[in-house]
């Protein structure tokens, strides 16, 4: 069954601490993307990959890493750098630029 | 840089009520998506518009991509309760680059029953 999957779906972090969301996809797609959501608010897009070994910063890199070894795998690292972490995060991959974009369930981060 | 500009921000309204939400781009686009969202929920692909002018339906929604293909609209026509959620434009200014892909602020859709 082909599809994007994140885990975890829930992740507790205590401040100070890194922690690194996973996004897997089946689909053979080139690009991938990640995306932060606060509550009631839009996508803003942290990072994002057209091709493997390489990726570029999204509108709110800061506090954030990212790596693309395979063309299946785009993990997310948050960082302690990143001032205010806790969020709804989402994971999602196309074929190219003209088409709809895939998502994953969301991992849904607070810091305690 | 591309900016999709998308209202209203939120919307509330009765069941058996229209509802429409608008996507404006500072661009010419080669397409624009559109997706939903439902209450904690990932979003959803519901359809792509490529034409100067172009409209689809499904069901009780109707897409619209302006002709100068710088703004677009949904319209659901007698909402229901299970319409409740957010709905996305992503407009994509085209090009090879992913970058030139951008989303809409959302609009965060209510209907009371």
């Known amino acids: 069954d082909g599809g994007i999957t994140q885990s975890p779906k829930y992740l507790f972090r205590k401040e100070g601490q890194n922690v690194t969301l996973s996004c897997e996809q089946n689909l053979n797609h080139d690009a991938m993307y990640w995306y932060r959501q606060d509550p009631g608010q839009g996508l803003r897009l942290i990072y994002y990959?057209?091709?493997?070994?390489?990726?570029q910063k999204g509108d709110i890199a800061e506090g954030y890493s990212v790596s693309r070894e395979k063309k299946e795998s785009f993990p997310l690292t948050v960082t302690s750098a990143q001032k205010n972490p806790t969020a709804f995060y989402l994971c999602?991959?196309?074929?190219?630029?003209?088409?709809?974009?895939?998502f994953g369930q969301g991992t849904r981060l607070t810091v305690v | 840089g591309q900016q999709v500009m998308q209202i209203p921000q939120y919307q509330h309204v009765q069941e058996g009520e229209d509802f429409t939400t608008y996507c404006n781009s500072s661009t010419t686009l080669s397409n624009i998506q559109w997706y939903k969202q439902r209450p904690g929920g990932h979003p959803v692909f519901l359809i792509q518009?490529?034409?100067?002018?172009e409209v689809k339906k499904q069901k009780r929604l109707t897409f619209q991509f302006g002709e100068a293909k710088k703004n677009s609209s949904l319209h659901i026509t007698a909402t229901q309760t299970t319409d409740v959620g957010t709905y996305f434009c992503e407009g994509n200014a085209g090009g090879t680059s992913y970058g030139k892909l951008t989303f809409g602020q959302g609009t965060i859709l209510t209907v009371h029953p």
């Open positions: 990959s057209q091709i493997v070994n390489d990726f």
């Open positions: 999602a991959s196309r074929w190219d630029s003209d088409t709809e974009a895939f």
């Open positions: 518009l490529v034409k100067s002018g």
